[in-house]
């Protein structure tokens, strides 16, 4: 699934399309910390996401889910 990711510089719109997550929030750090663009976002084709947002979103899905807690030692 595609990526796009938008910023501002100058009054300008830019967007780039990436084919991954991984990819499309590395574009996002690099315009928004390298760059110092403004308002850059990640959308999935569905939704727009802040940078803190997707990476909470994709981070989440990827976690492991612990059906039993581990077991204690003692």
């Not at 996401?49 to 976690?63: D, E, G, T």
């Amino acid at each position: 699934m595609p990526f796009s990711v938008k910023a501002y510089h100058a009054d300008h719109q830019l967007t780039v399309t990436n084919e991954t997550a991984k990819e499309a929030f590395a574009r996002a750090v690099e315009w928004h910390v390298v760059e110092g663009f403004a308002d850059v976002t990640i959308s999935d084709g569905q939704k727009s996401y802040s940078m803190p947002n997707f990476h909470w979103q994709w981070r989440s899905r990827r976690l492991p889910t612990r059906s039993r807690p581990r077991p204690s030692s003692g």
